[in-house]
C-alpha cells in the first residue's frame, strides 16, 4: 500500500477540499473559523485522510480467511511421509528437525487456535437449579481474570442486604452490560450471602477461581449512567491507600497534583469516578469529590496551627481540589504572556531579563508606569511612562493596573492595557509581577502562562548566591550580599506564595543554577506557543 505523505493540492481528498472551499465562504473573523483553515490545508491532515482511504477500500475489497485450521494436523501427515523416505538427505533432516522444534510447533498451535477462533473464554452452562427461577432473579456469570471486577458492594442500611453499591466505568462488570448499581446480590458461585458482610462476600470473590457466578435481584430502572466528558486538572496529591474512609482501597486511583483526570461520573455526592487522561486502562477508579476534598483541606487547615497566618487571607472561594479544563491550541493570533512569579530575591526578574535577551525582537516586557518627576536622563514611553499622581490614583481606583505599589511616595505599576498591546502585535509579554497581581492576570482574556520560580533548599541557595557573589534585592540603597535574614525570608515567602497560589501554577522552576533555569524557561516558552495545553475550560469557551 503506497500512501503520498506529502500530498500537493492536486492530490488532496475531495471532500477536504470541499469542506475547505464551503469554509471560505463563511465570513472572515474568527479565530475558529481560521484556525479549521490552517487545519485542513496541512499536508499532514491530507496523508492521515489518505491512510484511512486506503485501509477502508482494502478492508471492503479484501476477505481475509486462514487457509487452512489444520496446520498441526498436516504437520503429522508430513512426519507420516517422511517415514517412508529410504533415503535421506541433507535437506530432508535438516527440515524434519525444524517441524520437530517446541517453538515451531507451538507457532503451528497458535496458528490453529486463531483460526478456529479458540481463543474466547468459555462461561460454564448456568446450574440446572437455577432454571427454574423466578423471571426477576438473573444470573450473571463472568471470567475472572487479573482484570478488578469493577464494581463495589455495601450492606443496605434499611434492609441489611447485601446490594452493589457503584459498576466502575470501564470495569469488567461495567461491560457485560448486566450488572448494575442497586442489583441485591443473593449468591457468589452457589453460596448464599445472607447474614455475611461486604467483606464476607470479598473474600469469596477472591477464592474463586475461573469463573464467578452472581444470582441477582435487579434493580429496575436504576441502569448504567452515561459517560461524562468532563476533565479536570488535580491540585493536590492523593493516595487511596492512605486514606481511611475510601469505600474500596483496590478501586482507588492515584494522581499526582498537576495530573489531568477524566471524571467519568459524578453520581455520587462523595466519590467521584475519574481516569487519569492519557491512561489505556478503561476501567475507572474512585477519587474523592469536590465536596469531600473541601471539607478535609478546611478541616485540615483549621487543625494545623502551621497554617494558621496563611489561613488569615486565604481566599475560601479558591481552596484547591480540582480545576476544570480543555485544551487549548496555537492557532495564529494567539500570544500567551509568560509570567515568572516567585518569592522577592529568588530571581524571577533576572530570568525574565536574561529570557528577553535571548530574543528582543519576540519577548517583550511593558513599560511600567510611575507618578515620580522624569529626570533627564531618561525618556518617557522608553524608561518609564511618567503621569500624574492623580492620574494613576484614579487608574488604579478602576481596576486598570495589574499591579502597583508605592517606593519613596511615588507610585509605580503596570496596566493591563500595556499587556495587552504587546500580546495584539504578536510578540510575547513577559513580566515577573508581584504574586498578589495573580488573580488580575489569570483571566479569560488574557490567558498567560503562569511559571512559578522556586529557590532550592535553604542550604543550597545559601551556597549558590554566595557562589555567584549574588547583590542583595532587598537593599536598594547599597550593594551587598545576602543576609541570613533575608535568605530566610526567600523560603517563607516562597512556601506562602505556593500555598495561597499554587493551584495556578502551569509549571515550577527551581533557580538552582540561573543557566539550567534559563534553559528550562525557554523549553517552556517554545511549548506555550507550539504545543495544546491544558488550561481552565472557561478560556477556551
Known amino acids: 500500500m503506497y500512501v503520498n505523505m506529502d500530498p500537493t493540492p492536486e492530490h488532496w481528498d475531495p471532500a477536504l477540499t470541499r469542506l475547505l472551499a464551503s469554509l471560505k465562504e463563511v465570513q472572515p473573523g474568527g479565530e475558529d473559523v481560521a484556525f479549521l483553515s490552517e487545519l485542513l490545508q496541512s499536508k499532514q491532515l491530507h496523508a492521515l485522510v489518505q491512510v484511512h482511504n486506503k485501509i477502508v477500500a482494502k478492508g471492503k475489497d479484501d476477505k481475509f480467511y486462514p487457509l487452512l485450521s489444520n496446520a498441526m494436523q498436516v504437520t503429522l501427515e508430513v512426519f507420516e511421509l517422511f517415514g517412508e523416505v529410504v533415503s535421506a538427505s541433507k535437506d530432508y533432516e535438516e527440515l524434519l528437525g525444524l517441524l520437530q522444534k517446541p517453538h515451531f510447533q507451538a507457532i503451528l498451535c497458535t496458528h490453529d487456535a486463531v483460526a478456529q477462533k479458540d481463543y474466547y473464554p468459555h462461561l460454564p452452562d448456568v446450574p440446572p437449579e437455577l432454571d427454574d427461577e423466578e423471571e426477576t432473579v438473573k444470573i450473571v456469570q463472568l471470567v475472572k481474570s487479573d482484570e478488578p471486577l469493577g464494581a463495589t458492594i455495601k450492606t443496605d442500611e434499611e434492609t441489611g442486604k447485601i446490594v452493589i ?188 531579563r536574561r529570557l528577553i535577551a535571548t530574543d528582543p525582537e519576540k519577548y517583550v516586557t511593558p513599560i511600567p508606569f510611575t507618578s515620580r518627576p522624569q529626570k533627564s536622563s531618561e525618556q518617557n514611553g522608553k524608561d518609564y511612562m511618567f503621569v500624574s499622581r492623580e492620574k494613576m490614583e484614579q487608574d488604579i481606583s478602576e481596576g486598570k493596573f495589574i499591579e502597583h505599589g508605592e517606593y519613596k511616595g511615588n507610585l509605580y505599576g503596570t496596566t493591563a492595557e500595556s499587556v495587552e498591546t504587546i500580546i495584539n502585535s504578536g510578540r510575547v509579554c513577559v513580566i515577573s509581577p508581584h504574586w498578589q497581581a495573580l488573580k488580575m492576570l489569570r483571566t479569560p482574556r488574557l490567558r498567560p502562562y503562569i511559571v512559578f520560580i522556586r529557590p532550592p533548599t535553604h542550604e543550597r541557595l545559601i551556597e549558590t548566591r554566595t557562589a555567584a557573589n549574588a547583590r542583595s534585592t532587598f537593599d536598594k540603597e547599597s550593594s551587598r550580599a545576602f543576609s541570613e535574614e533575608e535568605f530566610s525570608d526567600i523560603m517563607r515567602s516562597s512556601n506562602r506564595i505556593n500555598f495561597l497560589y499554587g493551584y495556578m501554577f502551569d509549571e515550577e522552576i527551581i533557580n538552582d543554577d540561573l543557566a539550567s533555569a534559563l534553559t528550562q524557561l525557554l523549553k517552556a516558552a517554545w511549548r506555550v506557543q507550539s504545543e495544546p495545553l491544558w488550561v481552565p475550560a472557561s478560556w477556551v469557551q
Request: proline share 6%.
Open 165 to 352: 453499591a457503584r459498576v466502575m466505568h470501564g470495569g469488567a462488570a461495567d461491560r457485560s452490560g448486566l450488572i448494575h448499581a442497586g442489583d441485591e446480590v443473593i449468591e457468589v458461585n452457589g453460596i448464599s450471602v445472607e447474614n455475611k458482610t461486604p467483606a464476607d462476600v470479598l473474600a469469596i470473590l477472591q477464592s474463586s477461581e475461573g469463573t464467578i457466578t452472581f444470582k441477582l435481584v435487579p434493580s429496575f430502572g436504576k441502569g448504567g449512567s452515561r459517560e461524562s466528558k468532563v476533565r479536570v486538572r488535580a491540585l493536590f496529591n492523593y493516595n487511596s491507600s492512605e486514606d481511611p474512609y475510601i469505600p474500596c482501597k483496590e478501586a482507588g486511583l492515584d494522581f499526582k497534583k498537576g495530573d489531568v483526570l477524566h471524571i467519568v461520573s459524578q453520581d455520587d455526592a462523595y466519590w467521584w469516578q475519574a481516569r487519569r487522561e492519557g491512561d489505556r486502562v478503561m476501567r475507572a477508579g474512585l477519587i474523592p469529590s469536590r465536596a469531600l476534598q473541601e471539607g478535609r483541606i478546611i478541616h485540615e487547615r483549621q487543625s494545623d496551627p502551621q497554617t494558621m497566618d496563611e489561613n488569615d487571607d486565604f481566599d475560601r472561594e479558591m481552596i484547591p481540589t480540582y480545576e476544570e479544563v480543555a485544551r487549548l491550541y496555537p492557532r495564529p493570533g494567539l500570544v500567551r504572556p509568560i509570567v515568572l512569579v516567585g518569592a522577592p530575591g529568588v530571581g524571577r526578574n533576572e530570568l525574565r
